[in-house]
């Protein structure tokens, strides 16, 4: 709790959470689940049909799962990171907090994380950076979302 700055930043970060849940991704990555399954299934058949042995199923199944988790898992959840970071500012928007500086929290997370941060193709969630850039970009569109719900008028930013 001593790494956020103020309640605008808690307030995004408990939003964040919370969006997980309204979006329901639990419940999508067990459906989604399934699917993957059979990918590695897919996968699976596609290598042992080229190397045909018992010794080679084992190596098989490791492709498949690796191939699995790699190139659909992981990016699927980074998605679903993306989203709720989105949905959270919405939130923290609607609830007339300022969401002027959430980027600052993923900028200082970055700061903090720089060296032993794991590069985003192998993670569950976006990099600090990106994370930081997608909601610099959605600013104005949260801004927007604040405003429309009579909020109070936010002071001027100093840096």
């Not at 700061?111 to 193709?121: G, S």
């Not at 990099?127 to 909601?135: C, K, P, Q, V």
């Amino acid at each position: 709790m001593d790494f956020v700055k103020n309640d605008d930043e808690l307030a995004f970060i408990i939003a964040h959470e919370m969006s997980h849940t309204i979006l329901q991704h639990g419940a999508e990555q067990m459906s989604h689940s399934r699917i993957f399954d059979i990918i590695s299934i897919a996968l699976s058949l596609i290598i042992w049909s080229m190397v045909p042995y018992d010794t080679g199923s084992i190596f098989t199944e490791k492709i498949a799962e690796n191939m699995q988790e790699y190139f659909f898992s992981l990016p699927y959840e980074r998605v679903l990171e993306k989203e709720a970071d989105i949905v959270g500012m919405i939130l923290s928007a609607k609830a007339c907090f300022d969401v002027r500086n959430n980027s600052q929290f993923w900028h200082r997370m970055n700061d903090l994380n720089e060296e032993n941060e794991m590069p985003e193709f192998l993670s569950t969630h976006p990099s600090n950076i990106n994370r930081a850039r997608d909601l610099e970009d959605f600013l104005p569109q949260a801004l927007k979302i604040r405003d429309e719900c009579n909020c109070y008028k936010l002071p001027e930013k100093k840096f």
